[in-house]
């Protein structure tokens, strides 16, 4: 691996880890977003120089977070994984899902402290209204980058 994608390879795993996800799913991850083609377990486990139990265990973790899924070569029983086509849109709607959660509570949180001090009333308030903008502005920003996208013509296609 060269050095560059190596550095990037290094961040998607500190990023991961930030997050509370093993480092060594967020470099697969990360090498599997700089692969054009489907990577075994034992092609990744010896590019990040992982145990091949430990790269499978999170190959499936990233796969049941919905970030890979597995693919196969003809005449090859080995499984392989890539990164899914629409990772992205699958990240924005978890995070708008995980706001929505917070904003809900703290909608809740605004009832039930009804006749509280005023800085408490204040406070969940603006968490709350914070909350519901970025929800809103997440929401618009995902339909804009659809229409965007329906707008395009299709690559190598006539348009």
């Known amino acids: 691996m060269e050095e560059s994608t190596s550095v990037l390879v290094e961040r998607f795993g500190l990023?991961?880890?930030e997050d509370g996800l093993p480092r060594i799913a967020?470099?697969?991850?990360?090498?599997?977003?700089?692969?054009?083609?489907?990577r075994s377990v034992d092609d990744l486990a010896e590019e990040l120089q992982a145990s091949?139990?430990?790269a499978n265990t999170n190959a499936r973790l990233l796969e049941r977070l919905g970030a890979?899924?597995?693919?196969s070569k003809?005449?090859?029983?080995?499984?392989?994984?890539?990164?899914?086509?629409n990772l992205h849109e699958r990240m924005v709607d978890a995070r708008i899902e995980q706001m929505?959660?917070?904003?809900?509570?703290?909608?809740?949180?605004?009832s039930c402290c009804e006749g509280r001090e005023a800085q408490v009333h204040e406070r969940l308030c603006s968490f709350a209204k914070f909350y519901d903008d970025m929800v809103?502005?997440?929401?618009?920003?995902?339909?804009?980058?659809?229409?965007?996208?329906n707008e395009?013509?299709?690559?190598?296609?006539?348009?």
């Open 68 to 71: 890979v899924e597995r693919a």
């Open 52 to 54: 091949r139990t430990s």
């Open 100 to 110: 929505k959660t917070t904003r809900d509570l703290l909608s809740q949180a605004v």
């Open 15 to 17: 990023r991961f880890e």
């Open 26 to 38: 967020g470099r697969m991850l990360g090498l599997l977003m700089v692969s054009a083609e489907p």
């Open 136 to 149: 809103a502005v997440l929401e618009t920003a995902k339909q804009r980058w659809f229409d965007e996208q």
């Open 152 to 159: 395009r013509p299709a690559p190598g296609g006539a348009g």
């Open 74 to 85: 003809p005449g090859d029983r080995r499984d392989y994984y890539r990164v899914v086509d």
